[in-house]
């Protein structure tokens, strides 16, 4: 076994490596930002090195930085974990140079597999299916509109080099090609480095069916069964299970078969996955699945693997890469059970999924024999801007399917996260979800039901902001009882139970309140009974609601069936006077980078149009305009960072009539 080994990583998947290796015996060195220095993957390695600031191009993708780290430790191998270098040929060829082992397969492979084009070709060449399309070099938007014509929509453009759903995008109609295509380019600009797409036909009612793959230096290449991955968010995995639903013998062998044979193709070792798309308006059939792309590493979803069949992929990782057989054959590799895992992320999907950052005030998630979790984060820790948001992987496994389902809809409904906002409760909907238990949806499920999953917004929970605004006023009781509601008491003074006040009858105020970001004012009653608050307009419900309450500096987090609300009493001085008017305010919706701005100061703008586009997590969000009207300030500039909330730019409203 190896004795050493250097995880070119961060978050959960560094954890996860470094758990692994400990268990064999090998000394763990971790690379670091300067905004993990205090990460838990640096706190759990055995040293940790600093490589560079916050953004991934100055850190974590600086190939010489973590050499020059591994060359200096002496580590035996590096492990690259999944995005950033793990699937960067140059990056697996200079390991090998530097005569330190790289876990992954050869960089011939790598960059076999890691153009899409040439992938499809080699893949073409080996016999398997691929989906119509144009696959080739030439790059004009003139051209590739013309072949999504030839091919017909609805088309997928996807990014050459991409992966994760980014450089990604569905287009309907024609008309909607040319924007689709510079923000995928774009995208795929950012996250890549690569700017050139792909254009392909949109399988109908598709099924995402990706196959497990292994393979030694020694000619031999196994299949671990499939995990189905349909259920996805703008192209990206929410839940993922093994096995798929409504997999027979017969197809799994065919889609093994064809995912061996294209590893096979290409001299592959190591861990890898062949990603299908299957047509599933009839089930999956053994001809109605076709190669979409092999990823040359360990994807996210793992676990569900290794929970069917009892093996550590790490380990086997480690092993091959230390130049050892597979100790199975293929008809060796076990199938027991099922498993189901569910990406929890710090966003919002009330507000479009957009990436929630900030400090994990409370954090809570729940283990047991049929749960397991894969995290990256613990309580206190941040949630930054500049990387993925997932906070952790949520596993159940179950004798059956409605046996996992059912333990991981108990995990999610146990799991308290206050500070960034979730997609915890969205989560427990999705595997609750009549039609996904019943097996009947495809990659378009979560976007056909929306509202149902409760991703829209849902308003002002009312029974949540009466228990956030009786937590402060109760809290500032207790740090100073002689000054408490000194804000919004009158002269004659404080109000306490104990002061003799109570003989005067029920005394009300005004408390102003800041409520997700709004201001709200709620009457204050107290008399012998204590503090009580009303809303006006709301029905609230009588007695204690069943809510959690985390103090977060000066804010109270208020978690309430599955929702976080943030309450704060109201500062007068945070107030932006100069712009508290402006209907035609342009804020930025979270932290990020803006990557594109499309108008100028007096410029006039439509109602929707867009105006600049935002990135964060390497997606873009594009902001539009709330108002028709003159463009009269500009805020930021592309390439400027900005915090949540920030002013991009204002619009002069135009005068009705």
């Not at 960067?88 to 899409?116: H, S, W, Y």
């Not at 091959?320 to 992320?345: K, T, W």
Request: hydrophobic content about 45%; proline content about 6%.
């Amino acid at each position: 076994m190896l004795s050493s080994v250097l995880i070119a990583n961060r978050g959960e998947i560094a954890v996860r490596v470094i758990r692994t290796a400990r268990r064999l015996g090998m000394r763990t060195i971790a690379v670091h930002s300067d905004v993990d220095a205090d990460a838990l993957f640096v706190r759990m390695a055995d040293e940790a090195h600093r490589i560079g600031p916050a953004p991934a191009a100055e850190s974590y993708l600086r190939m010489e930085a973590i050499l020059e780290v591994a060359k200096r430790t002496g580590a035996a191998c590096i492990h690259p974990g999944y995005g950033f270098l793990s699937e960067r040929a140059a990056f697996a060829r200079a390991c090998a140079d530097a005569g330190i082992v790289f876990v992954g397969p050869p960089a011939a492979a790598i960059e076999a597999m890691g153009l899409k084009d040439a992938a499809k070709a080699l893949a073409q060449k080996a016999g398997v299916p691929v989906v119509p399309g144009y696959h080739g070099n030439r790059q004009e938007p003139d051209f590739l509109r013309q072949k999504a014509y030839e091919i017909g929509y609805p088309v997928l453009i996807k990014a050459v080099a991409g992966g994760g759903g980014k450089g990604m995008r569905r287009v309907d109609k024609a008309a909607d090609f040319d924007a689709a295509l510079a923000s995928a380019q774009r995208e795929a600009q950012g996250a890549f480095g690569d700017p050139r797409v792909l254009v392909e036909k949109y399988v109908l009612a598709p099924r995402h069916v990706e196959i497990q793959v292994f393979a030694d230096a020694h000619g031999n290449v196994v299949h671990l069964n499939e995990r189905d991955c349909s259920l996805q968010r703008r192209h990206q995995k929410v839940i993922e299970e093994a096995p798929a639903p409504g997999m027979t013998p017969e197809v799994r062998a065919a889609m093994g078969q064809a995912a061996v044979e294209a590893a096979r193709a290409v001299g592959y070792v190591g861990a890898g996955t062949v990603e299908f798309i299957a047509d599933g308006r009839e089930g999956l059939r053994a001809d109605r699945f076709y190669f979409m792309e092999m990823n040359t590493r360990l994807q996210v979803e793992h676990p569900v693997t290794e929970a069917i069949t009892g093996l550590d992929l790490v380990e086997l990782q480690f092993r091959v890469a230390a130049g050892e057989p597979l100790p199975f054959s293929q008809e060796e590799v076990p199938l027991v059970g099922h498993a189901v895992e569910a990406r929890l992320y710090a966003e919002d999907p009330e507000r479009g999924f957009l990436p929630s950052t900030g400090r994990l005030f409370a954090l809570a998630l729940p283990q047991g024999a049929d749960v397991r979790i894969d995290a990256g984060v613990e309580a206190g820790d941040e949630v930054t801007p500049f990387y993925d948001p997932m906070i952790a992987k949520i596993i159940a496994r179950g004798e059956t399917r409605a046996e996992a389902l059912d333990a991981l809809s108990q995990a999610l409904g146990e799991t308290v996260v206050a500070g960034p906002r979730t997609n915890a409760a969205f989560l427990r909907r999705l595997v609750d979800a009549s039609a996904f238990r019943a097996e009947t949806f495809d990659t378009g499920f979560i976007d056909a039901n929306l509202e149902a999953l409760g991703a829209i917004p849902q308003g002002r929970d009312a029974a949540a902001t009466a228990a956030g605004a009786l937590a402060l006023v109760e809290r500032d009781i207790v740090r100073n009882r002689d000054a408490a509601l000194s804000a919004v008491a009158d002269p004659a003074g404080p109000w306490f139970a104990e002061d003799g006040f109570q003989l005067l009858g029920l005394r009300r105020t005004s408390l102003p309140l800041v409520v997700d970001g709004e201001r709200l004012d709620v009457l204050l009653t107290l008399d012998a009974e204590g503090p009580a608050v009303e809303i006006p307009g709301e029905t609230l419900p009588t007695g204690a609601i069943d809510a959690a309450l985390i103090e977060a500096d000066e804010e109270m987090l208020v978690l309430h069936e599955g929702r976080q609300t943030r309450i704060a009493l109201f500062d007068p001085s945070g107030v932006d006077l100069e712009h508290l008017d402006a209907g035609g305010l342009v804020k930025a919706p979270m932290h990020g980078k803006v990557v594109a701005l499309f108008v100028a100061a007096g410029d006039a703008v439509e109602k929707g149009q867009r105006l600049a586009v935002v990135e964060a997590m390497k997606m873009e969000h594009p902001l539009t305009a709330p108002v028709a009207g003159t463009v009269s300030e500009i805020a930021a500039a592309p390439g400027d960072q900005v915090a949540e909330g920030a002013r991009i730019l204002v619009i002069e409203p135009a005068e009705e009539g």
